[in-house]
C-alpha cells in the first residue's frame, strides 16, 4: 500500500506494514489486518482537531518518532525484567511487545495462553471481540495500528467460580540505543462467578524512551470479577 498518511510517523509505519510478514492466523483475522492498515492509511494519526486528542497531544511522541518493534523477531530473554513488585499467584512477561514468557501453568482453572494458540481454542469467543474494536476514524487511529500488527497477544481464561488470584504483567524493552514502539493485545475471558485481579508493572532498566500500544478487552460472565 502506499504511504500517503498526514504525518510522517504514519508514513513511516504504513511503510512497516508493507514489509512486514503477517504471523499465522485465519482467514478473517489476516482479513481484519488488511482493514485496519487501510483505515489508518485513510484517516492518519490524530491531531488537535481531532476531538477526543483535543487535549493530549502527539508532539511529543512524534519528536520520538518510535518505529515498530521487530516482532519477527524471538523475545524470549532479550530484556531485563525488575524485579516483581508484588507477590502474585502467576506472572506474564512481555519484551518489546512481544510476549517472553508465562508461569500460570499449575493454576488450576487459569488459562494463559499466547494469542496464535488461544485462537484455536477460543476462536468462537474471540471473534466477535476482536471484531467488536472501534478502528474507524483518527481517533481510534491506534487501535487500528493494533489490529494492523495483531499477531503478538495474550488470553486469559478463568473457569467457572475459580479465583484465579492475582496475575501480574511485566512489561519492559529489550537494550538498545533508539526508541521503539511495541504493539500487544489483552483478552480475558471469564466465566460465571469467575475473579482475577490483573495487576501490570510498567518498568524499564534502560533510559531510552519506549512506546506501548496496547488494547485491553475482557468478556465477563454472570457475577465475575476483574
Given at each position: 500500500?502506499?504511504?500517503?498518511?498526514?504525518?510522517?510517523?504514519?508514513?513511516?509505519?504504513?511503510?512497516?506494514?508493507?514489509?512486514?510478514?503477517?504471523?499465522?492466523?485465519p482467514g478473517w483475522l489476516q482479513e481484519?489486518?488488511?482493514?485496519?492498515?487501510?483505515?489508518?492509511?485513510?484517516?492518519?494519526?490524530?491531531?488537535?482537531?481531532?476531538?477526543?486528542?483535543?487535549?493530549?497531544?502527539?508532539?511529543?511522541?512524534?519528536?520520538?518518532?518510535?518505529?515498530?518493534?521487530?516482532?519477527?523477531?524471538?523475545?524470549?530473554?532479550?530484556?531485563?525484567?525488575?524485579?516483581?513488585?508484588?507477590?502474585?499467584?502467576?506472572?506474564?512477561?512481555?519484551?518489546?511487545?512481544?510476549?517472553?514468557?508465562?508461569?500460570?501453568?499449575?493454576?488450576?482453572?487459569?488459562?494463559?495462553?499466547?494469542?496464535?494458540?488461544?485462537?484455536?481454542?477460543?476462536?468462537?469467543?474471540?471473534?466477535?471481540?476482536?471484531?467488536?474494536?472501534?478502528?474507524?476514524?483518527?481517533?481510534?487511529?491506534?487501535?487500528?495500528?493494533?489490529?494492523?500488527?495483531?499477531?503478538?497477544?495474550?488470553v486469559i481464561h478463568v473457569a467457572q467460580?475459580?479465583?484465579?488470584?492475582?496475575?501480574?504483567?511485566?512489561w519492559a524493552f529489550s537494550p538498545g540505543?533508539?526508541?521503539?514502539?511495541?504493539?500487544?493485545?489483552?483478552?480475558?475471558?471469564?466465566?460465571?462467578?469467575?475473579?482475577?485481579?490483573?495487576?501490570?508493572?510498567?518498568?524499564?532498566?534502560?533510559?531510552?524512551?519506549?512506546?506501548?500500544?496496547?488494547?485491553?478487552?475482557?468478556?465477563?460472565?454472570?457475577?465475575?470479577?476483574?
Amino acid at each position: 500500500m502506499g504511504a500517503t498518511a498526514n504525518n510522517a510517523l504514519s508514513e513511516a509505519w504504513l511503510q512497516a506494514m508493507e514489509a512486514a510478514q503477517d504471523g499465522p492466523a485465519p482467514g478473517w483475522l489476516q482479513e481484519l489486518r488488511l482493514e485496519a492498515a487501510q483505515r489508518l492509511k485513510a484517516s492518519g494519526l490524530p491531531d488537535r482537531k481531532t476531538e477526543a486528542w483535543k487535549y493530549t497531544p502527539l508532539k511529543v511522541f512524534e519528536s520520538l518518532s518510535p518505529p515498530l518493534a521487530d516482532a519477527s523477531r524471538d523475545s524470549s530473554g532479550a530484556a531485563p525484567f525488575p524485579p516483581a513488585l508484588l507477590k502474585a499467584d502467576s506472572m506474564v512477561d512481555v519484551a518489546d511487545g512481544m510476549l517472553a514468557g508465562i508461569r500460570a501453568e499449575s493454576k488450576e482453572g487459569l488459562t494463559v495462553l499466547p494469542l496464535v494458540d488461544a485462537i484455536g481454542r477460543f476462536e468462537d469467543r474471540l471473534r466477535p471481540l476482536i471484531e467488536a474494536e472501534n478502528i474507524d476514524g483518527a481517533s481510534r487511529a491506534f487501535a487500528a495500528l493494533n489490529t494492523a500488527f495483531l499477531e503478538h497477544g495474550l488470553v486469559i481464561h478463568v473457569a467457572q467460580g475459580v479465583d484465579a488470584g492475582t496475575l501480574l504483567s511485566r512489561w519492559a524493552f529489550s537494550p538498545g540505543e533508539a526508541s521503539r514502539m511495541g504493539h500487544f493485545r489483552i483478552i480475558l475471558l471469564l466465566e460465571d462467578g469467575a475473579q482475577i485481579r490483573l495487576v501490570e508493572q510498567f518498568q524499564s532498566t534502560e533510559a531510552t524512551a519506549n512506546a506501548l500500544n496496547v488494547i485491553i478487552q475482557a468478556e465477563l460472565g454472570d457475577g465475575a470479577e476483574l
